[in-house]
Structure formats: C-alpha cells, structure tokens
C-alpha cells in the first residue's frame, strides 16, 4: 500500500472533504447507509432531505453534478427491476395511467430506487474525495481483519496487471488474423482464459515467495499511520447525524 493507485472513480482536489481522514469518512459513508435503510418508505419526504445533505456534501466536495450523475448509471439494473416489481407482485391493485400495478410493488419499487439511489451516490461520493490507497489504510485503521485488507490491496495493485496482460493477449491473437466471430471461436477463448489463469497463478507464487524471503510473517507493515483529531471526526459525522434526526422524525411523524 505504499504507492499511490488512482482509479476513474477519484476526483483530483483539494476540498474540505478531501482533506478528512479515510477511516472518517468510511465509517461516516456506512453509517450514512444504515440511517437511509432504517428509514421508513412511507416518509418520502426524508429521501428528499436525504438528497440535499448529500448534495451540500458534494458542493463541498467539489464534485460536479454531471460526475455524480454519470456515476450514478451503475445501478440501472436495480432501476430495471424496481420498474418490474408494480407488474409481477401481488396484492391489492391499482390503476395507473391506465396500467394494473400492485400497490405492494409501487412501494417495493419506491423503496428499492429511493435507498438504492441514495447509497450509490454516497459510495461515490466516497470514492470521488478517497484515493484507493487512502480507502485500505481508512479499512485498516478502523480494524477490518488485516487478511482481508491485505487480499484488497493485492486486488488493486494487481488488477491492472492482469487486465494490461489480457490485453496483450488479445493484441497477440489479432496480429494473427484472429477474430472472435461465433462459437466455433470459443476453444480459443477458452484457451488463452487458461492461459491467462496459469500465468497469473505463478506470478501470485512468485510474488508470495518474494515477499517470505523479505522477511513477510503474515502481516504488512505498517507504512502511513493515520490519525484524527475530534474536529475531524465531528465534520465526517455530521452527515449521519443529520440523517439521524430525519430518520426519527420519519418514525414519529
């Protein structure tokens, strides 16, 4: 974790939210969550509120509305089924612009988009203010287990070199006249997928072997400390907080 990986998700800057602690805001980020999904769907006008606080983060993150809502096609297969829930639940029906829909599934939809949404938007929040190195040390700072931690960061340093490998593959079998046409074509694809299996597998072993003859007992050392001070910690959690008081007031009202 000791070079820096940036990723299409991160956003350049230098704002107020940048600036706070990674642990800070991943825990602000999962708290955020649980309050949204704690929510009742009937109070719709909480998932309004819950709108504006994310979008006063944004401002002060700097993040451009267009970014964020680009960001936010990742979830179309979730809108595509919230859509589907009103025709295929059961319940009592009711007409819309001259549709039969359930009322159970006109709820069930409202609930999915509503939170769904909400929860995307603040991961990418989080991802556009948190560069991926800064979010393992924000993981092992709030004691995720370190083997997990570990097997994330040889994701990410790692990812990229399997993906520049395949594309290396992929130029190598078109300079032959190679064309993935049909299913004929499969073989070969199957081919280099084992191909890519086996040499991705002995670098794992070499780099495992690299690793126990500098001195690796199972642990990684620890490079960056972070730390907090309370101010930090009071600026990341005054977004669930906030949250907070609306979901209450969701309950009671």
Known sequence: MGAGHA???YRHGHSPVHGLPPHTKLAATFLFVVVVVSTPREAMWAFGVYAVLLAVVAYHARVPA???????LIEVPFVAF???MPFVAEGERVHVLGLSLSESGLWGAWNVLAKGTLGVAASVLLA??????ELLLGLQRL????LLVQIASFMIRYGDVI?????????????????ARGVRHWGVLAKSAGAL???SYERG???????ISRGYAGSMPVIDEVTASRAQWSHALALPVAALAVCLLGWAL
């Open 143 to 146: 004691k995720l287990p370190p």
């Open 197 to 199: 299996f086996i040499r």
């Open 82 to 84: 919230a859509v589907l």
């Open 163 to 179: 993906t520049d490998e395949m594309r290396r593959m992929r130029i190598a079998r078109e300079s032959r006249g190679f064309e």
């Open 66 to 72: 267009g970014f964020l809502l680009r960001r936010l």
């Open 128 to 133: 556009a203010t948190t560069e991926l190195r």
């Open 7 to 9: 990723h299409r998700l």
């Open 205 to 211: 072993e070499r780099v495992h072997l690299a690793m």
